[in-house]
């Protein structure tokens, strides 16, 4: 098995902190945390999740993904998930992500496997102790630089499909379709661009986000695998169960029972 690097900055600027350069191999990073700092990640191989803040991301091979300061997130491994990442703030930190156009809804980029040389050989034999802090931070402004305008040339559009389906997902009738109609955009156009720009097709976007929200509202209380469903979008019970295992790995009617004995116990 291949063990984690984390490569720790024992230097420190008022202007661009880079704090930690770390290969994740071992899923981590799986568990909801709320992220201290900035951070930018790469993925070398494999495939998983990036959830965050009610969103959910699909990461592949040579996507780029921003975690932003006091982000409530996970990574988790669908597929033998191998990334890196550099934990970075300071003043310069805010006005870079400004800069790049990094926003909530403009955090993932794909299709940036070049990139993934120069951060495998900076993690594993550039970085030091004496130059760790040079080398992430090396890293980090190539990989802003290699931000170019044609990744955010959709930008608006892409935000107004995600704010709108994130307004309104509980509603079965929601789709691409219903969508376009609304923007006065055509329905393929919408779902090729969708699907450019965020590395997964719409209607997996909008399984994988009211899924999401399946599993808070069980955390919070409902005990219905029919209530989950109709308050996340879904019309039928059983095809919400087999979208829900399929992406959780466990059914809703087991998940809920997990959940109860896990608070029995507290």
């Given at each position: 098995?291949?063990?984690?690097?984390?490569?720790?900055?024992?230097y420190r600027s008022s202007d661009l902190i880079t704090r930690r350069f770390v290969y994740e191999t071992q899923n981590e990073q799986a568990s909801p945390r709320e992220a201290g700092t900035h951070a930018v990640a790469l993925v070398f191989s494999g495939n998983g999740s990036f959830l965050h803040n009610m969103q959910c991301d699909v990461l592949t091979t040579g996507t780029?993904?921003?975690?932003?300061?006091?982000?409530?997130?996970?990574?988790?491994?669908?597929?033998?998930?191998?990334?890196?990442?550099?934990?970075?703030?300071?003043?310069?930190?805010?006005?870079?992500?400004?800069?790049?156009?990094?926003?909530?809804?403009?955090?993932?980029?794909?299709?940036?496997?070049?990139?993934?040389?120069?951060?495998?050989?900076?993690?594993?034999?550039?970085?030091?102790?004496?130059?760790?802090?040079?080398?992430?931070?090396?890293?980090?402004?190539?990989?802003?630089?290699?931000?170019?305008?044609?990744?955010?040339?959709?930008?608006?559009?892409?935000?107004?499909?995600?704010?709108?389906?994130?307004?309104?997902?509980?509603?079965?009738?929601?789709?691409?379709?219903?969508?376009?109609?609304?923007?006065?955009?055509?329905?393929?156009?919408?779902?090729?661009?969708?699907?450019?720009?965020?590395?997964?097709?719409?209607?997996?976007?909008?399984?994988?986000?009211?899924?999401?929200?399946?599993?808070?509202?069980?955390?919070?209380?409902?005990?219905?695998?029919?209530?989950?469903?109709?308050?996340?979008?879904?019309?039928?019970?059983?095809?919400?169960?087999?979208?829900?295992?399929?992406?959780?790995?466990?059914?809703?009617?087991?998940?809920?029972?997990?959940?109860?004995?896990?608070?029995?116990?507290?």
């Amino acid at each position: 098995m291949i063990e984690n690097i984390c490569k720790m900055n024992p230097y420190r600027s008022s202007d661009l902190i880079t704090r930690r350069f770390v290969y994740e191999t071992q899923n981590e990073q799986a568990s909801p945390r709320e992220a201290g700092t900035h951070a930018v990640a790469l993925v070398f191989s494999g495939n998983g999740s990036f959830l965050h803040n009610m969103q959910c991301d699909v990461l592949t091979t040579g996507t780029l993904f921003f975690i932003m300061k006091k982000d409530l997130f996970s990574v988790t491994s669908n597929e033998d998930l191998k990334y890196c990442y550099i934990e970075f703030g300071g003043r310069r930190a805010d006005e870079y992500l400004d800069r790049f156009g990094i926003t909530e809804t403009n955090r993932i980029f794909v299709h940036c496997e070049n990139m993934i040389p120069f951060w495998q050989e900076s993690i594993g034999y550039s970085a030091q102790n004496h130059n760790v802090d040079l080398i992430s931070e090396s890293v980090l402004l190539y990989t802003l630089a290699h931000l170019t305008p044609q990744e955010k040339k959709h930008h608006d559009v892409t935000e107004q499909i995600i704010s709108l389906t994130h307004d309104r997902f509980a509603d079965a009738d929601l789709s691409i379709t219903a969508i376009a109609d609304e923007l006065g955009y055509d329905a393929k156009y919408l779902s090729s661009l969708f699907k450019k720009k965020k590395g997964v097709a719409y209607t997996q976007y909008l399984r994988e986000l009211r899924i999401r929200h399946a599993v808070f509202l069980i955390e919070e209380g409902i005990v219905s695998v029919k209530n989950a469903a109709l308050l996340s979008g879904f019309r039928d019970a059983l095809y919400f169960s087999k979208v829900f295992t399929s992406i959780q790995g466990i059914t809703p009617k087991l998940y809920i029972q997990q959940v109860a004995d896990r608070k029995n116990q507290e």
